[in-house]
């Protein structure tokens, strides 16, 4: 690509998400770019790369700063998919930060927006709450998104996505917590069954949970 093209940018952007030992580097050159030919899209998915090796450098305020800075540019597009999206990363990036309050304003906002959109959008968002819900230790609140969990998963079934299958794990915990181990088990059972992408299930902190209960 060109030197200064979006063709570049964009090769940039893929590199940052792609290979962590080139992500901070490749991103801030992206968003430099994109500033600079005026690409707010571009901004965005580049600071949200920056909020990425923030948090894996355990720089987690720093983090929170990046994904602020991609939450306010696809604010300013009026794209509600860009926007959804930005709000749902935010809800992860606060929640490794500890900054729960924010993290839950983030979850809310992301679920409003997702009911308009598509199926798998509303897959992500319950899948976010359901996070938020096993690191708080809310077991009722998890208990109740579980019919919630199983339908979105079920109606998004053909579009491969990790939160298909993890979200029911996750709501599995809630109810074994609340000592309901015949719905943990069948939770648990039909999320192992379609662990198809990021899986194995075993790589799911929920079910080392279960198994300890």
Same mark, same amino acid.
């Given at each position: ?43 965005? !998915? ?59 304003? !983030? ?51 053909? !579009? ?54």
């Amino acid at each position: 690509s060109e030197p200064d093209s979006s063709a570049r940018a964009w090769a940039l952007l893929a590199q940052a998400l792609s290979d962590p030992s080139k992500r901070e580097e490749a991103a801030s050159e992206a968003r430099r770019l994109g500033e600079a030919l005026g690409d707010s899209k571009l901004v965005a !998915f580049a600071s949200e790369a920056q909020s990425l090796g923030a948090s894996e450098g355990r720089r987690y305020q720093e983090a929170c700063e990046w994904v602020d800075r991609a939450v306010e540019v696809a604010q300013a597009q009026g794209d509600p998919s860009d926007e959804g999206h930005q709000y749902w990363n935010a809800g992860f990036v606060y929640g490794r930060a500890g900054r729960f309050a924010e993290a839950g304003r !983030f979850a809310e906002a992301h679920d409003r927006i997702a009911s308009s959109l598509t199926v798998h959008d509303e897959v992500h968002a319950v899948g976010l709450r359901a996070a938020l819900g096993s690191v708080l230790g809310d077991w009722e609140g998890l208990a109740e998104l579980a019919a919630r969990a199983e339908s979105t998963s079920a109606a998004n079934e053909d !579009f491969p996505c990790q939160f298909n299958w993890r979200t029911l794990v996750v709501c599995a915990l809630g109810a074994m917590r609340l000592g309901d181990e015949h719905e943990a088990r069948r939770l648990e059972e039909l999320g192992r069954a379609s662990a198809v992408v990021a899986g194995p299930a075993e790589l799911e902190p929920a079910l080392l949970r279960l198994a300890i209960l």
